[in-house]
């Protein structure tokens, strides 16, 4: 499973990015997906998941209300709408599969990284 994760960039805080994951190989429909961030410095932290059907979504504490986690499995894709921006949510976002199907908060469940995308975020 290869996955490729894009829609990164430079953005003033109070502003929105929308980052997507395409997956290729594999049986996409069948895992649970994660966002995952590293800010420079700092240690890799869980932003998001989503079960395979998509019914089930949770997200960290840090963005709760402002992200939003979504799927298409017709497209192979999982995207992460981020609004409301702050220099806090700086960093490196990775995209992960779990092939336990439900997604997890912790980065040893998932079985497949992309290589990721960075967000920048201006003050």
């Known amino acids: 499973v290869q996955l490729q994760a894009s829609g990164g960039g430079l953005v003033q805080a109070g502003g929105s990015l929308r980052l997507s994951c395409a997956a290729s190989g594999g049986t996409f429909r069948t895992y649970g997906m994660g966002w995952f961030r590293q800010a420079p410095g700092k240690e890799r932290e869980f932003v998001a998941a989503?079960?395979?059907?998509?019914?089930?979504?949770y997200y960290a504490d840090p963005v709760k209300g402002r992200f939003t986690i979504s799927r298409d499995n017709a497209k192979n894709t999982v995207a992460l709408q981020m609004n409301s921006l702050n220099p806090d949510d700086t960093a490196n976002y990775s995209c992960?599969?779990?092939?336990?199907?439900?997604?997890?908060?912790?980065?040893?469940?998932?079985?497949?990284w992309g290589q990721g995308t960075l967000v920048t975020v201006s003050s």
């Open positions: 989503i079960d395979w059907s998509g019914k089930s979504s």
């Open positions: 992960a599969a779990d092939k336990g199907s439900w997604g997890s908060n912790y980065p040893y469940a998932y079985d497949y």
